[in-house]
């Protein structure tokens, strides 16, 4: 257990909805990552917060966003969903303190868009 | 971040040491080797991480070249439970992770 929350578990949902996902860091860690994972395309990194602030900017597509609230919990949004967005999406905390960078990932949330 | 080659799959006998091997050749002075592995669709797990010096935990060893161009991963006594795909990453510290297709490594009884 790495101590990283993500919910839901599982999302299935039909071409041209939004959803939410939600991420939970480890307690302490300021830093928030977003990754999605499809057959095709492998593990890509979308987006990064830190201490409510965005950071650092990837493969983000623009109908996607994500915010970092003040109690470090993090959403990520994904509106006129396509099928190829079907993918698992994982959020990765890091406490970002000298020496101390590595970053430590929840178990996914799988979305499939039918 | 620096680019990284592995070998595509590798096999290791179950309770044999797992030497898993990265060539990172453009890695800059201050970028870090980070290994993670994933198995199966499971979140990536971090494993070790090191600038120059090698560097132990609890997990594994990571054996990194004089010249830093390359690096080794550890596993002193796989079990079947470590087969799963490993990543080596070269970025600084702080920064995203680009993970390439990595090592698959299968533990075989």
């Known amino acids: 257990d790495s101590g990283v929350t993500q919910t839901p578990k599982h999302l299935i949902t039909a071409t041209g909805q939004r959803v939410t996902l939600r991420c939970s860091p480890r307690?302490?860690?300021?830093?928030v990552y977003w990754y999605q994972q499809s057959l095709d395309q492998g593990l890509q990194f979308l987006i990064q917060y830190y201490n409510g602030e965005e950071r650092a900017k990837g493969n983000i597509l623009e109908r996607f966003s994500a915010q970092q609230f003040p109690d470090l919990h993090s959403e990520l949004n994904l509106s006129s969903l396509e099928l190829g967005d079907s993918a698992l999406y994982f959020c990765?905390?890091?406490?970002?303190?000298?020496?101390?960078?590595?970053?430590?990932f929840g178990p996914g949330t799988r979305l499939t868009v039918l | 971040d620096a680019k990284t080659t592995q070998p595509t799959s590798m096999d290791c006998a179950e309770g044999r040491a797992a030497n898993l091997p990265c060539n990172h050749s453009?890695?800059?002075?201050?970028?870090?080797v980070y290994w993670y592995r994933q198995i199966h669709s499971q979140g990536p797990q971090y494993i070790i991480h090191?600038?120059?010096n090698n560097e132990t935990n609890e997990m594994a060893s990571l054996i990194i070249t004089e010249d830093r161009k390359s690096s080794t991963l550890i596993l002193p006594h796989a079990t079947l439970r470590d087969t799963a795909v490993y990543y080596c990453?070269?970025?600084?510290?702080?920064?995203?992770?680009?993970f390439g297709g990595g090592t698959r490594l299968m533990v075989k009884p």
């Open positions: 307690s302490g860690d300021l830093s």
């Open positions: 090191g600038l120059k």
């Open positions: 990765a905390s890091s406490v970002e303190q000298r020496g101390k960078n590595e970053q430590f």
């Open positions: 453009t890695i800059s002075g201050n970028e870090y």
């Open positions: 990453i070269a970025t600084y510290a702080g920064n995203m992770l680009t």
